[in-house]
């Protein structure tokens, strides 16, 4: 078996190692930037099943069409579709969310799933990617050892969210006036490295970057 692993984020690579260390029935290629991949590539190398874990460019019809492509998504789908899913999720109050792989198709995130398990959201962002590495390979091994069709989404009940901009970082004073404690903590925590911290804008024209956020009783 032929496997193509393309991603360039740090707890997709460490998966990808993982699978390398420890899947001795097929071949592992691992594809690390975007400068690194094209069609061309894939098709010379023709692999079995391709997966595309915290990858950010639009992958060609012709792959997904032609290929067996999987990636992974950090929700309950079909909740929580498009883009920033993690951090949709912290804004709106979610505290439980889940690992999901599913065999990708010409919707956005809108194939049949092949695994899902759920993850809490607590913690800072580094925790929540550790869990999301270590679902992430075991759903991985698991499919790798037992490939299935798997289950098709219940699309009529589905959510969309666009991915956010560095704009949306702002912690706006109104926001400070009249969101809870939790919401600002929040927004913190969920934009802490590698994401666009949250800042607040001072009247001299500055930014005060939160890098990071703990939350205490008075």
């Known amino acids: 078996m ?3 692993c393309i991603g360039y984020r740090d707890w997709a690579l460490r998966i990808y190692d993982k699978l390398i260390e420890n899947y001795h029935s097929g071949d592992i290629v691992i594809v690390k930037s975007h400068a ?3 069609d061309l590539f894939v098709k010379e190398y023709n692999p079995d099943f391709i997966l595309f874990y915290g990858w950010s460019w ?3 019809k012709e792959i997904v069409n032609n290929y067996k492509c999987i990636t992974l998504h950090p929700s309950r789908l079909p909740k929580y579709r498009g883009g920033s899913p993690i951090q ?6 979610e505290v439980d969310s889940a690992v999901t ?4 198709n010409n919707s956005v995130d809108s194939g049949p799933i092949l695994f899902q398990e759920p993850i809490p959201l607590t913690g800072s962002i580094s925790d929540i990617f ?3 590495e270590e679902i992430g390979y075991k759903g ?3 499919f790798l050892n037992n490939p299935i069709g798997g289950v098709e989404q219940k699309h009529d009940e589905a959510t969309y969210f666009k991915r956010r901009i560095k704009e949306q970082s702002e912690i706006t004073f109104e926001e400070l006036r009249e969101k809870s404690s939790i919401y600002i903590y929040n927004k913190i925590r969920m934009l802490e490295d590698p994401y666009p911290n949250a800042y607040i ?4 024209g500055k930014k005060i970057v939160l890098k990071s956020v703990e939350i205490e009783d008075c």
């Not at 804008?201 to 001299?204: E, L, S, W």
Request: proline fraction near 0%.
């Open 2 to 4: 032929k496997i193509l």
């Open 36 to 38: 690194e991949y094209s």
């Open 58 to 60: 639009i992958i060609s």
């Open 88 to 93: 949709n999720q912290i804004i709106r109050g």
């Open 101 to 104: 792989l599913f065999l990708m």
């Open 130 to 132: 550790d869990r999301i």
């Open 140 to 142: 991985t091994m698991q």
């Open 201 to 204: 804008k001072t009247k001299d």
